[in-house]
């Protein structure tokens, strides 16, 4: 077992969306005119998310733990470590991934959305649902209204 140190979260507010476990996020900035929405992810250790397909290209930083990518059909695609910094082409394969043997924390930064961010994908992989600049735009405003709150 492989135990990065714990990324310091005291200052990130986590969410959740009804019917997607074992994932949380924290929308750090969702710019229209630069076609970006930056947000960081908690995957569940030894869990995985709903099978997905990313619409834009994208680029991630593992801060703590590893992200385990695994194909449609369960095997295990890849293997990202904390530290690692990827960038990755847009309409890739669907995949699901999850944390190893501590939850995952990463930051993802999704770049020239034309719209859609990821499509929700089901066990036959058609699309189910999508997320894009407006939904993570109105995320990103519930979020804000929420600290402001507190």
Not at 105 to 125: K, P, Q, W
Request: glycine share 6%; proline share 3%.
């Amino acid at each position: 077992m492989t135990t990065t140190l714990p990324f310091d979260t005291r200052n990130v507010s986590w969410h959740t969306l009804e019917g997607f476990p074992h994932i949380a996020y924290h929308i750090c900035a969702v710019d229209e005119t630069k076609r970006i929405v930056d947000i960081l992810f908690k995957f569940d250790a030894h869990s995985k998310i709903a099978t997905h397909r990313h619409k834009c290209d994208y680029v991630t930083v593992i801060l703590q733990g590893e992200l385990r990518i695994y194909r449609a059909n369960g095997e295990l695609k890849e293997v990202r470590p904390v530290g690692s910094y990827v960038a990755t082409p847009g309409d890739g394969e669907p995949h699901t991934e999850g944390g190893g043997d501590q939850d995952v924390i990463a930051f993802f930064s999704n770049r020239n959305v034309d719209n859609l961010v990821y499509e929700i994908l089901d066990d036959s992989l058609n699309v189910v649902a999508t997320l894009g600049m407006a939904e993570f735009k109105a995320l990103l405003e519930a979020q804000d209204a929420q600290a402001s709150a507190a």
